[in-house]
C-alpha cells in the first residue's frame, strides 16, 4: 500500500492550484463582483474557497453570503484554492476576473491616474441606483 500513496500525493497535487492576489479596486470585494465570481466559479467542477489574508475561515467561491462575509476591502489579500480535475484553469479564470474587475468612475489600476469624474470618487455611476419615480 505504500508504493501507491507517492502516486495518490501527485495526484492530489494536480488536482489542486492555489493563487493569492491583492485587490485592487476601491471598492473591493462587494456584491456585484461576488455575484460574478459566484457565477464564473459554477462553470467549474472543481471546489473554490477563497480566504483573507488573517481569517481562519475559507469562504465557500460558489456562495455570494459566504465571500461578502469575508469583507474584502481594497488592498485584501485573498488566496483562492481549487480543488478539482478543473482545477488550474477554475484558478486562472477567477484570479483573472478579480484582477479585472471593472473600475468605477474615480478609480484606476495602479500606475495610472483616474479619469476625471463629474460624479467624484465617493459616488457609484448612476447605474448603481435605481430610476428615479416620478411622484
Known amino acids: 500500500m505504500a508504493e501507491n500513496k507517492p502516486s495518490q500525493e501527485r495526484a492530489e497535487r494536480k488536482d489542486l492550484a492555489e493563487r493569492e492576489i491583492v485587490l485592487a479596486n476601491a471598492y473591493g470585494?462587494?456584491?456585484?463582483?461576488?455575484?460574478?465570481?459566484?457565477?464564473?466559479?459554477?462553470?467549474?467542477?472543481?471546489r473554490v474557497t477563497v480566504r483573507?489574508?488573517?481569517?481562519?475561515?475559507?469562504?465557500?467561491?460558489?456562495?455570494?453570503?459566504?465571500?461578502?462575509?469575508?469583507?474584502?476591502?481594497?488592498?485584501?489579500?485573498?488566496?483562492i484554492r481549487c480543488r478539482g480535475k478543473d482545477a488550474a484553469a477554475a484558478c486562472a479564470d477567477l484570479t483573472d476576473y478579480l484582477e479585472h474587475l471593472p473600475y468605477l468612475p474615480g478609480e484606476a489600476p495602479p500606475g495610472v491616474a483616474p479619469?476625471?469624474?463629474?460624479?467624484?470618487?465617493?459616488?457609484?455611476?448612476?447605474?448603481?441606483?435605481?430610476?428615479?419615480?416620478?411622484?
Do not use: C, M
Open 29 to 46: 470585494l462587494h456584491l456585484r463582483p461576488a455575484k460574478g465570481f459566484v457565477e464564473r466559479a459554477r462553470n467549474f467542477k472543481s
Open 52 to 79: 483573507k489574508e488573517g481569517l481562519a475561515e475559507e469562504a465557500d467561491g460558489r456562495s455570494i453570503l459566504s465571500l461578502l462575509v469575508l469583507q474584502a476591502e481594497k488592498g485584501s489579500r485573498l488566496v
Open 115 to 135: 479619469p476625471p469624474s463629474p460624479e467624484g470618487p465617493e459616488r457609484y455611476p448612476e447605474s448603481y441606483y435605481p430610476p428615479e419615480t416620478e411622484k
